[in-house]
């Protein structure tokens, strides 16, 4: 399951703008089963159209007033959201994943980008997460607020007592900060050229309970366009399997040639038991006959190699026959594809302290989140996330640094127990580079 967050600043004046469109681009690649879309300065559109344009479940809106701030939620039938309460700041629901029946309090929070309702938006988190204090509960959005002064960056420095405060109520909330992979800045002023300033103001936060049944949750930074804030991603289970895949009857079967004898054998097979004993019994023989068969697209290729050969001869020896059958059986097979596309395109197949104490143990699973390294960048700056290519770049990244540069015949011992000038000027060189690699 995936949640969405982004601060849009300004629909773009209608859900056909760049912007919108961006906005459904990102839903759709990210998967994202919650949209959270903050400050979209506009009370005309609602949440019926939010549905209808971005082909979700439901929405829910809280209009702007003037041009200033505007919440939407949106989710998929995947999900069930009940939205308890609402305001100019924030969504509070209640959301429970229908495939898992896993339930968790979400907190959808636009921070006051003036700092002067900070203390109440958070006293009435407070109380909705004390509510339900033995629920999971995660905070996404915009915060406008930071937790430490190096996440910010420009002339003017970080105001010390405001983070102090914020952290404060973040605490009182039982919130912590379940970082991020990406950018480490999800805002900028833009002005590149005078004063520019970057600031984490958007992140996600969770409670000990959500990083003990979530704790393989990450946060990613998604690239900042059409907006001076970053999208952030949050993926709750990033490493779960792939679920069992549906049986899904493809119209192409019907023109096999063997298709009709595999399913009434497959059918008689089964003729004392109920129907849908029949049915499952049908299904599994069906999935077995069509793995057999090769793939539609490497039967084309095959055909087409074939049919080079046969054209690579002299004019005289082309077998025309062989040729035109072939050609034909390459028609019927493009035939299939084509079914098989149409099919798809038209048919939706799913409906829409230093104790053991609990505390310890769950800023332990925190800890170990934390530290978990999702990708890095090789010496030639090529991000690398497989697991087995960040093993192999920190092995062969030691390896060289621990590797002296001085031949070893070169180091000549006159005596046992005596360091030579030689060693020594080649412990120098090797010690150089040590503190030239930035460990």
Not at 91 to 115: E, I, K, Q, W
Not at 202 to 230: A, E, K
Not at 357 to 375: D, E, G, M, V, Y
Not at 393 to 416: C, G, K, M, R
Request: hydrophobic share 35%.
């Amino acid at each position: 399951m995936s949640l969405l967050s982004w601060n849009c600043r300004g629909s773009g004046g209608s859900l056909r703008s760049r912007k919108m469109q961006h906005l459904a681009r990102l839903m759709s690649s990210t998967h994202a089963q919650v949209t959270f879309v903050s400050e979209t300065r506009t009370s005309r559109i609602h949440a019926s159209q939010l549905s209808n344009h971005f082909q979700v479940s439901d929405s829910f809106v809280v209009p702007a007033v003037g041009l200033s701030g505007g919440l939407w939620v949106m989710w998929t039938d995947d999900v069930d959201v009940n939205i308890v309460s609402s305001s100019h700041y924030y969504v509070l629901a209640f959301v429970v994943n229908r495939a898992t029946a896993v339930s968790f309090n979400l907190v959808c929070m636009y921070g006051d980008p003036h700092h002067q309702h900070t203390n109440d938006i958070w006293h009435d988190v407070e109380a909705f997460v004390v509510q339900s204090q033995d629920s999971p509960t995660l905070c996404i959005g915009d915060l406008n607020n930071i937790m430490h002064p190096n996440e910010k960056w420009g002339q003017e420095p970080p105001c010390l007592s405001r983070i102090r405060n914020f952290c404060t109520l973040i605490k009182q909330c039982g919130l912590i900060d379940l970082g991020y992979s990406g950018p480490a800045y999800t805002w900028t002023n833009k002005r590149f050229t005078t004063r520019p300033t970057f600031q984490r103001l958007d992140r996600c936060l969770g409670n000990l309970d959500w990083c003990q049944i979530f704790p393989q949750t990450v946060v990613y930074h998604l690239p900042m366009l059409y907006s001076d804030h970053t999208p952030i991603l949050a993926i709750l289970n990033p490493n779960r399997p792939k679920p069992k895949r549906r049986f899904r009857f493809q119209n192409w079967w019907l023109t096999e040639n063997d298709f009709h004898e595999t399913a009434a054998q497959a059918w008689a097979q089964s003729k004392n038991q109920p129907f849908h004993n029949r049915t499952k019994a049908l299904a599994s023989n069906l999935k077995k006959w069509v793995k057999k068969k090769k793939p539609l697209n490497q039967q084309l290729e095959e055909i087409e190699q074939h049919i080079a050969q046969i054209q690579e001869n002299q004019p005289d020896h082309i077998d025309h026959a062989t040729e035109q059958n072939l050609v034909t059986l390459h028609n019927q097979i493009l035939d299939k594809i084509t079914d098989y596309y149409r099919q798809l395109s038209k048919k939706h197949w799913a409906t829409k302290g230093d104790r053991n104490t609990r505390f310890f143990q769950q800023a332990c699973t925190k800890r170990r989140q934390k530290n978990r390294i999702l990708f890095i960048e090789n010496a030639g700056g090529q991000p690398l996330a497989d697991p087995q290519d960040i093993a192999q770049e920190f092995i062969s990244y030691f390896s060289n640094l621990f590797t002296t540069i001085v031949p070893a015949h070169n180091i000549d011992f006159q005596f046992e127990g005596t360091i030579t000038n030689e060693f020594t000027n080649s412990t120098q060189v090797f010690m150089s580079a040590y503190r030239s690699s930035k460990v």
